[in-house]
């Protein structure tokens, strides 16, 4: 059988069959299951026209029938296009009419997410046929998936990454890992990053069981937390989970990528968990997961690097004349050898831009970066930043551009600037006509939210900035361009306007909890103010569910602080002693896909 990045998996569910493949709490399946399962929906769609070269969406919400169906597809040649049913539909609309997609498989809970086109074939109608050998031979250059990321001109860019590269990166942790406990692999990143690949194909492919949780933050609300002995996760995350207590009691190994990474943290995993074992990753998605791979030293006194290069990839470090530097120079990131992405979908430009030819050898190609490194003395890479405004959060990569164009394409917008302040992606807007302060920055949350509430029917909830900040100007510098150093901080919110204070007893120790949190006076909140909108992220939300569940002596879940956004709400659910909703929950609810853009944090979950 030719090497693929499904194939591996097929081996393991022939000889383990009754192993368990995936824990998830709407449902577990062992390897022969998911094996019987993919392979009759294979068949299927090999009659719906899937295919070598085909690409085939999956919408489907992170259940056991995900991993069915991204096997599927891979099991009859095609390549999968993973489309979160979170994601807004103008922006799944256009991943699927961009990369010509045909064929989508969805699930009777996700159907509606489905952008309108493909023929879609919905899972749990597959008819049982006889078990036979795969139906369609897979060549190592074939593409295996196709990820869309962010675009510096506004439109996301689709990375057509190979099955080559991916065998390869799973070669690569056989050694990096080796030892490692992955009988309890954490797959808590959105399909759309390709993290997930790791996580999913890194247990599949080797006998480990998936733990399929909704997202990082819903770690420890799975049944099977207790089970995850290795863990993927960006920095941001991380810390929020370790300020929370909120991690599975059984890790072993944890695995840093999609932010730097800094010492205290890695100290920190060290120290409170039961890790053994950290390493820090990077790569981009043009490059296959990732390139270089290290062991972080525990009780080390240097910053992390991003470890060596691996040795499946080529890692130049390159001046402006593509001239190769010594250790100790910095320069950009250029990335070579089998794990090299075939390019952008439909972005020829672009893709000749980004894959160039690689001077040292002849007929190949090798892709700029845009990440400014230097060799160690030792071989390992030290990241330095970026050579252009991209920036990581919560593990996703970002072109603050594309969050300037949206902004700006909202009619309230005259300009736009986006900046990274702490863990949150705040906005810089001028507003049109007659909004636009006199003097200093502002918050205007009746005006963030009708913009913010555009984006989030046009992008991920990733590309919605948290802050708004609202500005007479846009600060330039001496040549007329903007100038993101001069961008000031958000001001203080809730200081301004009128407030509806807290009455009741719940709400008045709402408030305190609130104002511990978010460093706030509790007397000054805003009972009617959103959590996010006063400065919470999906981080704080896990301490958030920790802290209400100590005071109020009622568990207190993190969908249920979806549910409810404000204090208001909060109270009125906890004094209903019945544990009833109330019927302003059926309505935050109904709002709550929009809410999510400042408030839901994958990264790792991307």
């Known amino acids: 059988m030719t090497e693929t990045l499904h194939s591996e998996f097929i081996a393991q569910a022939v000889k383990n069959p009754d192993a368990t493949a995936v824990y998830s709490d709407a449902g577990v399946l062992t390897y022969g299951e998911l094996n019987e399962r993919s392979r009759e929906l294979a068949e299927r769609l090999l009659a719906d026209g899937a295919g070598p070269g085909v690409p085939v969406g999956i919408c489907v919400e992170r259940t056991p029938d995900l991993l069915v169906a991204v096997l599927a597809a891979l099991r009859t040649g095609s390549c999968y296009l993973p489309l979160d049913p979170n994601y807004p539909a103008d922006r799944l609309a256009f991943m699927v009419q961009d990369s010509g997609t045909r064929l989508l498989l969805t699930t009777p809970a996700s159907r509606a997410s489905c952008p309108p086109g493909p023929t879609v074939v919905v899972l749990g109608g597959t008819t049982a046929t006889e078990p036979g050998a795969e139906p369609v031979a897979v060549v190592p250059e074939d593409t295996a998936y196709v990820i869309y990321t962010s675009g510096s001109t506004g439109t996301p860019k689709g990375v057509a990454v190979r099955h080559a590269g991916a065998v390869a990166m799973l070669a690569e942790m056989d050694r990096v890992l080796e030892g490692c406990d992955l009988s309890g692999v954490s797959a808590a990143s959105s399909v759309c990053f390709d993290l997930s690949v790791m996580e999913v194909f890194n247990a599949l492919c080797r006998g480990g069981a998936v733990v399929l949780v909704e997202s990082a933050v819903h770690l420890t609300e799975s049944r099977y937390a207790d089970r995850i002995t290795h863990l993927s996760v960006v920095p941001s995350v991380m810390n929020g989970l370790l300020d929370a207590g909120a991690l599975p009691p059984n890790v072993r190994s944890i695995v840093f990528g999609g932010e730097a990474l800094r010492r205290k943290l890695a100290d920190r995993a060290y120290r409170e968990t039961g890790a053994t074992r950290v390493f820090n990753a990077y790569g981009p998605t043009e490059g296959t997961v990732f390139c270089s791979f290290g062991l972080v030293p525990e009780n080390g006194t240097d910053e992390p690097t991003i470890g060596p290069p691996t040795t499946t990839d080529l890692v ?291």
């Not at 070579?336 to 160039?356: K, M």
């Not at 300009?415 to 990274?420: N, S, T």
């Not at 919605?464 to 001496?478: H, I, K, Q, R, S």
């Not at 958030?544 to 404000?566: E, I, K, W, Y």
């Open 316 to 606: 130049y470090v390159l001046d402006d004349g593509l001239r190769p530097l010594p250790a100790g120079e910095s320069g950009e990131l250029y990335l070579g050898g089998v794990g090299l992405a075939h390019g952008y979908v439909n972005r020829p430009g672009t893709t000749a831009e980004r894959f160039v030819p690689d001077p040292f050898r002849d007929g190949e190609r090798m892709y700029r970066t845009g990440d400014v490194v230097r060799f160690t003395e030792d071989g390992e890479l030290r990241f330095l930043g970026r050579s252009d405004h991209q920036v990581k959060l919560r593990g996703y990569r970002i072109e603050l551009e594309e969050v300037e164009a949206r902004l700006t394409g909202c009619p309230e917008v005259r300009e736009a600037a986006a900046a990274v302040r702490g863990n949150r992606l705040v906005g810089y807007v001028v507003p049109a006509g007659e909004g636009a302060p006199q003097d200093g920055p502002r918050l205007d949350p009746a005006l963030q939210g009708a913009i913010t509430g555009r984006l989030a029917a046009e992008v991920p909830d990733y590309l919605v900035p948290a802050t708004l900040v609202f500005l007479p100007a846009l600060p330039l510098g001496p040549g007329g361009k903007l100038d993101r150093d001069a961008l000031p901080e958000p001001p203080a919110a809730g200081t301004d306007g009128p407030r509806s204070a807290a009455g009741t007893p719940t709400e008045v120790a709402l408030a305190e909890i609130w104002g511990e949190l978010l460093d706030l006076d509790p007397s000054g909140i805003d009972v009617q103010s959103a959590f996010y909108d006063l400065g919470g992220d999906s981080l704080l939300l896990i301490r958030l569910a920790r802290l209400m569940t100590r005071r109020f002596d009622r568990r207190v879940r993190v969908p249920d602080l979806f549910s409810f956004r404000d204090i208001a709400s909060l109270a009125r659910w906890l004094d209903d002693d019945s544990g009833a909703t109330p019927e302003v929950v059926e309505s935050a609810r109904q709002r709550a896909g929009a809410r999510r853009a400042a408030l839901r944090g994958r990264g790792a979950g991307r």
